[in-house]
């Protein structure tokens, strides 16, 4: 018994790692692209609205989950809601939206999908955080570091604590309400930047 738990969850360990090896070589190569380009209103809501008709038609397909539970994924089901994480980068897009829907597109159930978004995210924010301090060091002093070091402590908890809760609801409850959110906030934004009644800086 306690040898099959141990081989399980390496298993599981092994596929969260590869579900993360996408989002950190796709970061690596694209970070400054991202950076540059991506974060502009139209792009924002763009993803919005579009995110919004995807989650829409996910909630509407009656397709039986191939995979019921995290235990029960393979190597290449993880690779493949790795890929779809990668779609977070896009700002406007939200990261464990985009791995929960990606997932029951795939075949996960939704609570499958949920577990495994909760758990990819861990070492997926750690990494963009370390590479954000990395890329931005030059800012950084020693004197910093101890700050750092409690604001990443307690913004760690808070979110796992919030990112927890929030996906434990939405593992038994329809995205639909938060698809109509996102095709207001996106309309809004194309709206303000259309008009100009919003400036819409970098």
């Known amino acids: 018994m306690g040898l099959s738990y141990s081989r399980q969850a390496r298993r599981f360990a092994l596929n969260v790692v590869i579900g993360f090896l996408p989002a950190m070589v796709v970061g690596l190569l694209a970070y400054k692209t991202i950076k540059a380009h991506l974060f502009t209103p139209q792009v924002v809501a763009g993803a919005f609205i579009v995110g919004a008709f995807v989650i829409l038609w996910a909630e509407r397909r009656q397709v039986a989950p191939r995979v019921q539970t995290v235990d029960d994924m393979t190597a290449w089901d993880a690779l493949k809601v790795g890929l779809v994480q990668c779609l977070g980068m896009i700002p406007g897009t939200s990261r464990s939206g985009a791995t929960i829907i990606g997932g029951m597109l795939l075949g996960l159930s939704r609570r499958a999908a949920t577990d495994f978004s909760?758990?990819?995210?861990?070492?997926?924010?750690?990494?963009?955080?370390?590479?954000?301090?990395y890329k931005e060091r030059a800012l950084l002093s020693a004197?910093?570091?101890?700050?750092?070091?409690?604001?990443?402590?307690?913004?760690?908890?808070?979110?796992?604590?919030?990112?927890?809760?929030?996906?434990?609801?939405?593992?038994?409850?329809?995205?639909?309400?938060?698809?109509?959110?996102?095709?207001?906030?996106?309309?809004?934004?194309l709206l303000t930047w259309w008009t100009g009644w919003v400036t819409w800086a970098d």
């Not at 919030?162 to 095709?183: E, G, Q």
């Open 143 to 189: 004197a910093d570091l101890p700050l750092f070091a409690v604001g990443l402590v307690f913004s760690f908890i808070s979110a796992w604590v919030c990112v927890r809760w929030l996906l434990r609801y939405i593992s038994s409850h329809s995205f639909v309400p938060f698809a109509w959110y996102r095709l207001a906030f996106g309309a809004v934004v």
């Open 118 to 133: 909760f758990f990819l995210a861990m070492p997926t924010l750690i990494g963009a955080g370390v590479y954000s301090l």
